[in-house]
T-cell receptor, first 115, second 110 residues
Framework: AQSVTQLGSHVSVSEGALVLLRCNYSSSVPPYLFWYVQYPNQGLQLLLKYTSAATLVKGINGFEAEFKKSETSFHLTKPSAHMSDAAEYFCAVRMIKAAGNKLTFGGGTRVLVKP | DVKVTQSSRYLVKRTGEKVFLECVQDMDHENMFWYRQDPGLGLRLIYFSYDVKMKEKGDIPEGYSVSREKKERFSLILESASTNQTSMYLC?????????FGQGTRLTVV
């Protein structure tokens, strides 16, 4: 079964600094990969997705992620953090032929943005 | 705009009660899911359904059941609520790639 590991349950960045959230997956076959964001007391919103096209994926709100097969990684970055980026971020994986298209999630990384 | 709607944002129930959490999607998706979210544990899959009347257990099905009588509706049932089922419950639906989530139901069992 596939698994997802997010390094760091909490990350603190200064406003204007680089945001880097790490995600590694375990799978022998490249899966579909996703990053979701969750603001307080809300559901999850899709930031971006990798579905075996371009390895550098651009998403909403200035975020992007790069799929690296050799490292089994899909790290999320944003060049300049904004106060509105404070939220919890989840990496998720889905095998291409998974029954029901079910997603497996990492444990989440909570981002704090300091003024 | 696509929408997944959960019937309640907040619920407080007593131990031993039968609890129904309802979820409706308007995207004609085949697949629907129930997750629970707990601090430090991320999202864990309880049950999912890939067609009407079809269901499969996820990673933590104990203490839960589900019902999918119509394509757009997927219900999560706590047969006899217990305090360890206090959590945030998230419903999702998906087509071919990404999943879309509802706003969540924060359930407290007292």
């Amino acid at each position: 079964a596939q698994s997802v590991t997010q390094l760091g349950s909490h990350v603190s960045v200064s406003e204007g600094a680089l945001v880097l959230l790490r995600c590694n997956y375990s799978s022998s076959v490249p899966p579909y990969l996703f990053w979701y964001v969750q603001y307080p007391n809300q559901g999850l919103q899709l930031l971006l997705k990798y579905t075996s096209a371009a390895t550098l994926v651009k998403g909403i709100n200035g975020f992007e992620a790069e799929f690296k097969k050799s490292e089994t990684s899909f790290h999320l970055t944003k060049p300049s953090a904004h106060m509105s980026d404070a939220a919890e971020y989840f990496c998720a994986v889905r095998m291409i032929k998974a029954a029901g298209n079910k997603l497996t999630f990492g444990g989440g990384t909570r981002v704090l943005v300091k003024p | 705009d696509v929408k997944v709607t959960q019937s309640s944002r907040y619920l407080v129930k007593r131990t031993g009660e039968k609890v129904f959490l309802e979820c409706v999607q308007d995207m004609d998706h085949e697949n629907m899911f129930w997750y629970r979210q707990d601090p430090g544990l991320g999202l864990r899959l309880i049950y999912f359904s890939y067609d009407v009347k079809m269901k499969e257990k996820g990673d933590i099905p104990e203490g839960y059941s589900v019902s999918r009588e119509k394509k757009e509706r997927f219900s999560l049932i706590l047969e006899s609520a217990s305090t360890n089922q206090t959590s945030m419950y998230l419903c999702a639906s998906s087509g071919y790639t990404e999943a879309f989530f509802g706003q969540g139901t924060r359930l407290t069992v007292v």
